[in-house]
């Protein structure tokens, strides 16, 4: 197993309060699987991501959690610095934003590249080659290039190949596919399989379509799991009325809104909007083959 | 309602917008969808009097707001109000959501103390769906969602004529997106109002839209209009 996961409970110090952000969220993922974390805004989809990579903000907090990475504790900042960008590797939002306007992009895949213990004539060449493999046609010309001189989308593929210059076997991709149009976001999807077939893929986005594309699907809401279970099956035949709100919304399906419909809060995070919630309302774990779902109602 | 003619627009050799022509009838939702960089954005801020045309001219009501002789006419293009992809683009991160709004209505003019403008303010949030209590924080303590509810909200304020979404909901999440624009829709149309929705995801614009332009793939006309 590549990641054990347990949030425990991920919590955010407010000026007179603490607010709960993730509420025993857990999962584990195998090497060559790609597990796909989808929900709205605010449902603790980074702040999962950032307690892997040991990057929580100041004020937040993570306790009774565990992350196991290939079985060992990943505690201590020395640990997970030795790890980052080169077991365990990162890919942003937003490529643009994410590479340093200053440094060009060689610059960018020699830092990575010398991580590996790669010198001399190997950068250039090992370089121009993770190039191409993420299919720009004459690496040459984009190499010396500046940030501000790449689109957003070949921003984005300079990200995957500095990714490549690495030993990824654990890869986390923020909504890396935020703002591109559907065939970008299948190219992408295809490249991060082509590129890293045999690292476990962990994908935060909010986008049904790219779910799609992953194995394996856990929908959060509130910072608590609402339901988990391969993509295919979940995305067709969501069992939690939450997934069905999701589902209900795609523009496929008549953009059907989810107004609150009940002042109070209830057990699940989902209860004031939820249309089929009831003061009985239980969100206990039920199973079915590899699905599960928290949900007494459904 | 609004029409644009003829409008051209070039950053330096590069030809963005050629011959562009349209019409924007009132209570209308008109969609224009092309790739990313195509001029979809140009064209929107040439209606807000971002940008001047080289070519051409727009009318609101019959009246002339801008062309590429004139200047833009900012007292009746108030009537043309734009939400930006980035939710947080309308916000400035250093101040509470309400001294942002407070701030506008001073500016403009829009009521004539500080009660009248926070009553304002209450009865815009109702009708975005906010409670009270969010103008009280700064930007980075809200959501996306909640950020482009706001920059709505503050469009609204100024009664547009027509509300201009581009690729608004493009970073928001599908249960967000359909609650915008249902809120959107709710507040544009209800007032005799209509929106120019501006998207590269054609399924949205289609399933959205009374009418559709497209760029066309040498990036320089709206060349098609399909009848939904």
Known sequence: MVLEYDSGQITAGLARSRRTLVDRAAFSLEEGRTLALIGETGSGKTMIAMSILGLLPSNVTMEGGQVLFLGQELTGRRTLRSLLGVELVYIPQNGLEFLDPSRTVRRHLYDSLKKLGLRGKALERTALEKLAAVGFPDPGQVIGKYPFQLSGGMAQRVTIALAACSRARLLIADEPTNGLDHQAKVRFMALLEEQFPEAAKLVITHDIAVAKLCQTTLVLCGGRMMERGPSAALLARPRHPYTKALIGALVENGMQETPVLRPQNGPCPFFRRCPEAAPSCVPARQQAGDAQWWCSRS | ?228
Do not use: W
């Open chain 2, 1 to 228: 309602m609004i029409r644009g003619e003829h409008l051209g627009k070039a950053f330096g050799s590069c030809q963005v917008l050629e011959d562009v022509s349209f019409q924007i009838a009132q209570g209308q939702i008109v969609g224009v969808y092309g790739a990313s960089g195509i001029g979809k954005s140009t064209l929107a801020k040439i209606l807000c009097g971002v940008l001047r045309p080289d070519t051409g001219q727009v009318y609101l009501d019959g009246e002339l707001i801008c062309s590429a002789r004139t200047k833009y006419r900012r007292e009746k293009g108030i009537q043309i109000q734009m939400v930006y992809q980035q939710p947080y683009a309308s916000l400035d991160h250093s101040q509470k959501i309400i001294d942002g709004f407070y701030e506008l209505i001073r500016y403009h003019r829009l009521a004539p103390n500080k009660a009248l403008a926070r009553e304002r303010i209450g009865t815009l949030m109702e009708e975005v769906g906010l409670s009270m209590e969010i103008v009280n924080h700064l930007p980075h303590q809200i959501s996306g969602g909640e950020a482009q509810r706001i920059a709505i909200a503050k469009c609204l304020l100024f009664a547009p004529r027509l509300l201009i979404l581009d690729e608004a909901t493009s970073m928001l999440d599908v249960s967000t997106q359909a609650n915008v624009i249902a809120l959107v829709k709710r507040a544009m149309l209800s007032r005799g109002g209509s929106i120019l929705l501006i998207s590269h995801d054609k399924e949205l614009v289609e399933h959205l839209c009374d009418q559709i332009y497209v760029f066309d793939d040498k990036k320089l006309r709206i060349k098609e209009r399909i009848e939904p």
